[in-house]
């Protein structure tokens, strides 16, 4: 792109940069009316135990069905959520819809109790430090009728580097409540590890770019260095490990021989409606 003197000009000297700015401004201001019109839905990716190929639960992924442009990813729109402060009541949402399609699960395979399957839900930071977190997700979890121990809150490892105990105490809260909190994208933001143990986590959710450094065969020595010293770190603290990105057999096996507990990823399922998660999980049930 030319270098012009004039600031604006420059500007408009991107008709990419700029298609993308008013898209983005326009994703923006349309999310408010978005939730309203229930424009938002979730699909379910499940979490299969690595040792018997169990469904075990399932990660709630939020999707936007824009009235022009289509099924939008989160990527395209969680960022702006977050800046204007949309987040709160959206991440609100998508936990009261998860938490009642575990219930459903739950009623479907003939129990109030744990069942087989649990919700993972994801926690953007600005959630975090919003002040009714805790009280909302309990309100919502009683009106469910669904316990605690169904459900998993994801964090990310960015989300909690260098966090102090004020952000730290809601996460607490939960926890001792019976919610368990992960870690997620674990591996990429060189937190301290010894720091680990401050944290009121229970997993750890090791991301995707260590999963895909074991797509090629052998697999990379020193990634499997890595993957194993945080699994023995992970389990000598008491956090059980998830990986993400699963795109292979082979994978998933050098995973599960390195001691990871739980997997995700294309291989086993993409994300999908909830019925899927029905058909899986009664399949697995019977064997
Ligand atoms: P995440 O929590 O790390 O979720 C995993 C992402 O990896 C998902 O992308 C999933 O579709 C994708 N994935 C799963 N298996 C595979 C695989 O085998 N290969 C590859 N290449 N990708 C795989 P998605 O659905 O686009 O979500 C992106 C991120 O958006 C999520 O990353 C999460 O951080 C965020 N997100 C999604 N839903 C919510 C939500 O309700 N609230 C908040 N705050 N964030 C959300
Ligand atoms: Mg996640
Ligand atoms: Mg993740
Ligand atoms: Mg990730």
């Known amino acids: ?32 009316t978005a939730l309203e019109r229930g424009e938002f839905f979730i699909e379910y990716q499940p979490l299969v135990h690595l040792g018997d190929g169990s469904v075990r639960g399932a990660e709630a992924l939020v999707r936007w069905l824009h009235p022009q442009h289509g099924v939008l990813g989160p990527d ?22 998860s938490i009642r399609q575990a219930r459903a699960w739950r009623v479907r395979h003939g129990g109030q109790d744990a069942g087989p399957l649990r919700i ?48 730290l105490k809601p996460l607490r809260r939960l926890a001792e409540m019976g919610v368990d909190i992960a870690l997620d994208d674990f591996g990429t933001g060189y937190s301290n590890l010894a720091n680990l143990r401050r944290l009121p986590v229970s997993v750890l959710k090791l991301d995707r770019s260590f999963t895909q450094g074991m797509q090629q065969f052998p697999a990379d020595p020193v990634d499997l260095k890595i993957v194993e010293g945080i699994v023995t770190l992970a389990h000598s603290l008491d956090l059980a490990v998830t990986v993400e990105g699963v795109e292979t057999g082979a994978q998933a096996e050098q995973l599960r021989v390195l001691g990871c507990d ?8 993409r994300p999908g409606p909830p019925e899927r998660l029905h058909d899986l999980a009664l399949a697995d049930a019977k064997g």
């Open 262 to 269: 739980t997997a995700q990823g294309w291989y086993y399922a």
């Open 120 to 167: 993972n839900v994801n926690l953007s930071p600005c959630q975090l430090s919003h002040p009714g977190l805790v009280q909302d997700t309990v309100d919502i979890l009683e009106r469910a009728g669904v316990t605690p121990d169904a459900l998993c809150l994801e964090v990310t490892e960015s989300a909690l580097i260098g966090a102090d105990d004020d952000l």
């Open 1 to 32: 792109r030319a270098k012009s003197a004039g600031g604006n000009r420059s500007e408009l000297a991107d008709p990419e940069a700029d298609a993308r700015a008013i898209t983005r401004h326009g994703l923006t201001t349309a999310l408010p």
């Open 76 to 97: 395209r729109f969680i960022p702006l959520a977050e800046h204007t402060g949309l987040i709160v009541p959206l991440g609100r949402w998508v936990l009261e819809e």
